[in-house]
């Protein structure tokens, strides 16, 4: 059964974790809330048109290790699917945006991230560009486009 809930219900989201909170270990509990405060959302990856399903699963495994918790995926030609040997489970952890409704997808996504205050990052392999190395993180909230 899938619950459908309001994330924006703060009162309806604190409610849910204390009452399921009961069913787990105390310290299993604290692990999950060291985890969940150490994730980030200042840093965000989109995957655009990925029709490789092992080079999404371990972005979405990478994004999980480094404490990344939005990923943005945007479906025009290829539908997004998880290789399950190759996440480990990790989308199970991570928040996943899809954009799959309209023709073009990539200008929803981007108009969307920037609605949000992010700046979009996208990777290219020309010669006139800056280095990962030359990103300055602190102008802001950064989105890392990946794909096509």
């Known amino acids: 059964m899938k619950l459908n809930i309001d994330p924006t219900d703060k009162e309806l989201r604190k409610r849910l974790i204390d009452y399921l909170s009961q069913f787990i270990y105390d310290r299993r509990y604290q692990l999950f809330r060291s985890i969940i405060s150490n994730r980030t959302r ?25 404490g990344v918790q939005d990923i943005h995926i945007i ?23 899809r954009y799959n409704k309209l023709e073009n997808n990539t200008l929803e996504a981007i108009n969307a991230l920037r609605e949000k205050g992010y700046r979009i990052v ?3 392999p020309h010669d006139n560009d800056c280095t990962i190395s030359e990103l300055d993180l602190s102008k802001g909230k950064v989105a890392l486009l990946f794909g096509t």
């Open 75 to 97: 479906e025009n030609s290829n539908k997004f699917s998880v290789d399950s040997e190759v996440d480990m489970g990790a989308s199970k952890w991570l928040t996943l945006h």
């Open 42 to 66: 200042y840093i965000t990856v989109v995957l655009e048109d990925i029709y490789q399903a092992q080079n999404a699963s371990a972005t979405l495994r990478t994004c999980d290790c480094l």
């Open 122 to 124: 996208a990777t290219t």
